[in-house]
Every structure is written in structure tokens, then in C-alpha cells.
């Protein structure tokens, strides 16, 4: 089993800056891509970034110029660096990996921006 644990959620004023921060444990093989998404109020869950197995980075065009993801392939990490803070950036933000099977999600964690 894969349990993949995020932290770094918080409440920011707009124009600020968060790092999220996500941890992938146990049995794992083979992952292929590890990301973000997130899903605001109301609304579907959306894709934010990814850091592909072959080392391409990949944003949404929401965020693009705010946002840096990064991954640790030898700590199975990966972080999202989130800089100029929208109000419409409220959501919670879940962590993914892709295997060749399957997908594991976080638990999420809340990003709240106050305008």
C-alpha cells in the first residue's frame, strides 16, 4: 500500500506565498509522474502541475508563472512552491503518484487566500 501524506496548507493574504510539501511512502514501484491538483469550492477538481518520470515539468495555465514544482526521486517527495496568492487559489490541494497501474491521491490539504 501507498500512503502519500501533504503538508504546508495554510491561510495567506493575496500576494503571499505557500509551499506545499507531499510524502509518498511504502510499497512503491515504478512511479511514473507525481502532482497536483485541487479542487475549490464548488468546483471540479482540477489539474495544478505535474513532474513527469522523464523529468518534463507540466503546469496549469492558472498558475503558470506562480507556481514551481519540484520532486526528490530518491525521497519520493514532491513540493509546490506557490508565489502571488489568488483568492480564486482557495481550494485544497491533494498530492498524486502514478504508477503504471494505478494512482494514488492524498488526503489534501486546505490553502485558504484572503483577499
Known amino acids: 500500500q501507498v500512503q502519500l501524506v501533504e503538508s504546508g496548507g495554510g491561510l495567506v493574504q493575496a500576494g503571499g506565498s505557500l509551499r506545499l510539501s507531499c510524502a509518498a511512502s511504502?510499497?512503491?514501484?515504478?512511479?511514473?509522474?507525481m502532482g497536483w491538483y485541487r479542487q475549490g469550492p464548488g468546483k471540479q477538481r482540477e489539474f495544478v502541475a505535474v513532474?513527469?518520470?522523464?523529468?518534463?515539468?507540466k503546469y496549469a495555465n492558472s498558475v503558470k508563472g506562480r507556481c514551481t514544482i519540484s520532486r526528490d526521486n530518491a525521497r519520493n517527495t514532491v513540493d509546490l512552491q506557490m508565489n502571488s496568492l489568488k483568492p480564486e487559489d482557495t481550494a485544497v490541494y491533494y498530492c498524486?503518484?502514478?504508477?503504471?497501474?494505478?494512482?494514488?491521491w492524498g488526503q489534501g490539504t486546505q490553502v485558504t487566500v484572503s483577499s
Open positions: 511504502g510499497s512503491i514501484f515504478s512511479i511514473n509522474a
Open positions: 498524486y503518484l502514478s504508477s503504471r497501474t494505478t494512482v494514488y
Open positions: 513532474a513527469t518520470g522523464g523529468g518534463s515539468l
